[in-house]
């Protein structure tokens, strides 16, 4: 297993839910923004939702009312909690975390979780 260890992903049916979650230690949770990217075949990898060590969240327009990002630091764990899923939200899920070390910055990356969404 790799530092970022995802789980949650699967078959859902149009309009139901899923949780992602995404396991890390405590050195890469500590002072990372926390993301969820997502990729489809022959397209970019394109940003979904992401959380800062403050708390402070982002989402990508296409998920705005659907999707909740959140993080529990006693576990050192951050979840992506999807609701009202698309045919479209069909994609492999990738957990990010990019961290700042003085003068570096150090991008870890999950193996992904598939998501698949049926009409």
């Known amino acids: 297993q790799g530092p970022l260890v995802e789980s949650g992903g699967g078959l859902v049916q149009s309009g139901g839910s899923l949780r992602l979650s995404c396991a890390t230690s405590e050195s890469i949770f500590r002072r990372s923004v926390m993301g969820w990217y997502r990729q489809v075949p022959g397209k970019d990898r394109e940003v979904v939702a992401s959380?800062?060590?403050?708390?402070?969240?982002n989402y990508a327009d296409s998920v705005k009312g659907r999707f909740t990002i959140s993080s529990v630091s006693a576990k050192n764990t951050v979840y992506l909690q999807m609701t009202n899923l698309k045919p479209e939200d069909t994609a492999v899920y990738y957990c990010?975390?990019?961290?700042?070390?003085?003068?570096?910055?150090?991008?870890?990356w999950g193996q992904g979780t598939q998501v698949t969404v049926s009409s």
């Open positions: 990010n975390a990019r961290q700042i070390a003085g003068t570096e910055i150090y991008v870890r």
């Open positions: 959380i800062s060590e403050g708390g402070t969240t």
